[in-house]
């Protein structure tokens, strides 16, 4: 490549700061460089151990149905897994090549890895065809663009973090300030129950709190859930929520594991795959560490503060991302805060309702008290009245 070639794909890497912008920019660099028919820049999954397409250019195949690959597995995945840039001028003659394209023609192909302080981000990987193949040179001169190309990738990644963790903040002070705007319990419960929806996505939703009296885990509202889910404690998830409600801890887990192998089946059906289940609250106290202790009765005076949990059901086994767990734990801090606020101000309005009603009868027996006295001051002596009838009697 010349060097106006090379500068120009480095403005390239280096002008885009958007994740998706910069996902393009490594493609866009790579056609400065190197003449290719087709592209596709694979990320790895941690969590999956996979490599995972995220862009491709002149791909018949859509990002989105792009075969994945186990990182080590496929030209890519040795790439990867080894260091090292790799050139395959025939995939015909190479064991290592794996089709995403069952229709594929005969490739050649280059595979750079994009390390950073030797962790593997991903891979560029360009082909085309075997006919004209490419060359040593257009392996050097991709491979010279690679840790500018991941360096893009770590920054716009890094922006993208920070941007999607404002975000968040910004929902979380916005759902503060419609919770605080809720008048009574049943609207706390109907913004807490939409608000984990969305927050969590899932498929289903459910909120259980303890009742300050009885210490009972009692469900005080669910969305997507039948009646035969939640009149089923272990169908529901009480033994999660009762481990949650002693540690303060979030417990995410499939619902086979959960469930009754009866249970599994009707379950999945209705889309609850895993459940994520946070803390609504401040953990038990000691006296109701087990699940036996928070459903037995207590002559404990009940109080405004809320131990409980909000569950979200996910219709799929993929793990709910940590940023997201995160986030929906803040918020259902938020909404035991206004649920405990929400309880105050009802027992505040009881106590004046019985204020002002113990002031009415207080009032209404002073006034007959008042009445009754006037009306004596009223009445003559019981003497002057006599002596009036004997002067009538005797003119």
Same mark, same amino acid.
């Given at each position: 490549?010349?060097?106006?070639?090379?500068?120009? /794909?480095?403005?390239?890497?280096?002008? =885009?700061?958007?994740?998706?912008? /910069?996902?393009?920019?490594?493609?866009?660099?790579?056609?400065?460089?190197?003449?290719?028919?087709? &592209?596709?820049?694979?990320?790895?999954?941690?969590?999956?151990?996979?490599?995972? #397409?995220?862009?491709?250019?002149? =791909?018949?195949? !859509?990002?989105?149905?792009? =075969?994945?690959?186990? #990182?080590?597995?496929?030209?890519?995945?040795?790439?990867?897994?080894?260091?090292?840039?790799? %050139?395959?001028?025939?995939?015909?003659?190479?064991?290592?090549?794996?089709?995403?394209?069952?229709?594929?023609?005969?490739?050649?192909?280059?595979?750079?890895?994009?390390?950073?302080?030797?962790?593997?981000?991903?891979?560029?990987?360009?082909?085309?065809?075997?006919?004209?193949?490419?060359?040593?040179?257009?392996?050097?001169?991709? !491979?010279?663009?690679?840790?500018? *190309?991941?360096?893009?990738?770590? +920054?716009?990644?890094?922006?993208?973090?920070?941007?999607?963790?404002?975000?968040? %903040?910004?929902?979380?002070?916005?759902?503060?300030?419609?919770?605080?705007?809720?008048?009574?319990?049943?609207?706390?419960?109907?913004?807490? $129950?939409?608000?984990?929806?969305?927050? &969590?996505?899932?498929? *289903?939703?459910?909120?259980?709190?303890?009742?300050?009296?009885?210490?009972?885990?009692?469900?005080?509202? =669910?969305?997507?859930?039948?009646?035969?889910?939640?009149?089923?404690?272990?169908?529901?998830?009480?033994?999660? *929520?009762?481990?949650?409600?002693?540690?303060?801890?979030?417990?995410?887990?499939?619902?086979?594991?959960? %469930?009754?192998?009866?249970?599994?089946?009707?379950?999945?059906? $209705?889309?609850?795959?895993?459940?994520?289940?946070?803390?609504?609250?401040?953990?038990?106290?000691?006296?109701?560490?087990?699940?036996? /202790?928070?459903?037995?009765?207590?002559?404990?005076?009940?109080?405004?503060?809320?131990?409980? #949990?909000? +569950?979200?059901?996910?219709?799929?086994?993929?793990?709910?991302?940590? /940023?997201?767990?995160?986030?929906?734990? !803040?918020?259902?801090?938020?909404?035991?805060?206004?649920?405990? +606020?929400?309880?105050?101000?009802?027992?505040?309005?009881?106590? $004046?309702?019985?204020?002002?009603?113990?002031?009415?009868?207080?009032?209404?027996?002073?006034?007959?008290?008042?009445?009754?006295?006037?009306?004596?001051?009223?009445?003559?002596?019981?003497?002057?009245?006599?002596?009036? +009838?004997?002067?009538?009697?005797?003119?």
């Amino acid at each position: 490549a010349t060097a106006p070639a090379t500068i120009k /794909a480095a403005q390239r890497l280096s002008s =885009s700061v958007e994740w998706r912008g /910069a996902l393009d920019s490594v493609l866009d660099a790579a056609s400065e460089l190197v003449k290719f028919e087709r &592209g596709t820049l694979a990320l790895v999954d941690e969590l999956q151990e996979e490599l995972k #397409v995220e862009a491709a250019r002149n =791909s018949p195949i !859509a990002v989105s149905e792009m =075969s994945r690959f186990k #990182v080590g597995e496929g030209i890519a995945g040795w790439a990867l897994s080894h260091r090292q840039p790799v %050139l395959v001028k025939d995939s015909r003659s190479d064991a290592r090549f794996k089709a995403s394209d069952p229709k594929h023609q005969p490739r050649s192909f280059i595979a750079v890895p994009l390390l950073a302080d030797n962790e593997g981000l991903g891979v560029l990987t360009l082909a085309r065809p075997a006919s004209d193949p490419f060359s040593e040179d257009d392996l050097r001169n991709l !491979a010279r663009v690679a840790t500018d *190309a991941s360096n893009a990738l770590i +920054n716009a990644r890094l922006i993208d973090l920070l941007k999607q963790r404002e975000d968040r %903040l910004t929902t979380l002070v916005r759902k503060a300030r419609e919770l605080t705007a809720a008048e009574d319990i049943k609207a706390v419960v109907e913004f807490a $129950l939409s608000s984990a929806l969305e927050l &969590g996505g899932g498929k *289903a939703t459910l909120l259980a709190v303890r009742n300050p009296k009885t210490l009972e885990l009692e469900i005080i509202g =669910s969305h997507g859930l039948p009646s035969t889910i939640t009149e089923e404690r272990i169908a529901w998830g009480a033994p999660a *929520a009762a481990d949650v409600i002693r540690t303060g801890k979030p417990w995410v887990s499939p619902m086979r594991e959960m %469930l009754p192998p009866a249970m599994v089946e009707s379950g999945e059906q $209705l889309g609850l795959k895993t459940l994520v289940c946070v803390p609504c609250g401040r953990p038990a106290q000691p006296q109701s560490l087990d699940e036996s /202790a928070l459903l037995s009765r207590s002559d404990t005076d009940g109080s405004d503060e809320t131990s409980g #949990v909000l +569950n979200v059901y996910r219709d799929t086994l993929d793990p709910i991302r940590a /940023a997201d767990l995160d986030q929906l734990k !803040a918020f259902a801090e938020q909404v035991a805060v206004a649920i405990q +606020n929400v309880r105050r101000a009802e027992r505040v309005k009881e106590q $004046l309702q019985a204020t002002a009603s113990q002031n009415t009868r207080m009032m209404g027996r002073a006034r007959e008290s008042q009445m009754s006295r006037n009306a004596n001051m009223l009445q003559p002596p019981a003497e002057f009245a006599k002596e009036r +009838n004997q002067s009538d009697k005797n003119p």
